[in-house]
């Protein structure tokens, strides 16, 4: 039986005190618009930015500087291309949604949980599962054993739920947010100059 994550993470916020401190991986300003809209009033938010996966460089700030159209600032722990590409050595011709974006995810959820640590936070998540390409039983089940290595909260979340992938797009036309058409890495990209070739 599907698990709905978005059950569950209303559960959790239900049970949580008042507005307690969440660490927010964000991969950019569009999944991001919808997500922040839903959970900013249950929450003490601070906006990871940690996407090295994004290619090219000038893409990456690109996007970082959109967030300013939401009216948010974010922690930017900086762009190393080298090392992502280091980490999926051997997977570039992987299919899109396959293990390459697996081990993508992963190092970006691991570092996020890893900062909420070293920073005090409450609880993490992150905005990915928004997106209909993302696979949210991954992402949830990596979230749920995060939360046992390290020791800190997961908030369960499929913030596509409940039209936040449409509300998403409605919020990028309403505040003229740029909307990239591949996820970020030039696997990627790759992958839909081939499609649009077909």
Do not use: W
């Amino acid at each position: 039986m599907k698990i709905d994550y978005n059950k569950i993470m209303h559960e959790e916020i239900s049970s949580f005190g008042e507005k307690p401190k969440l660490l927010l991986h964000v991969c950019c300003a569009p999944c991001s618009s919808a997500v922040i809209e839903k959970i900013s009033k249950f929450f003490d938010i601070t906006y990871l930015y940690f996407n090295p996966n994004i290619y090219p460089e000038n893409e990456y700030f690109k996007r970082k500087e959109e967030f300013s159209k939401l009216n948010i600032k974010v922690v930017d722990l900086g762009y190393n291309h080298n090392e992502y590409l280091n980490l999926v050595k051997g997977h570039e011709s992987d299919i899109e949604g396959g293990d390459r974006c697996r081990i993508c995810i992963a190092y970006r959820m691991n570092k996020a949980f890893s900062y909420a640590v070293e920073n005090n936070f409450d609880i993490v998540t992150t905005t990915l599962s928004i997106s209909p390409h993302k696979d949210c039983e991954f992402i949830n089940s990596l979230g749920e054993s995060l939360e046992k290595k390290y020791g800190i909260k997961y908030l369960h979340a499929d913030f596509k739920k409940e039209n936040g992938y449409l509300r998403s797009t409605q919020i990028c036309k309403e505040k003229g947010i740029y909307r990239q058409d591949y996820c970020g890495c030039e696997f990627a990209m790759s992958h839909l100059k081939k499609n649009e070739n077909k």
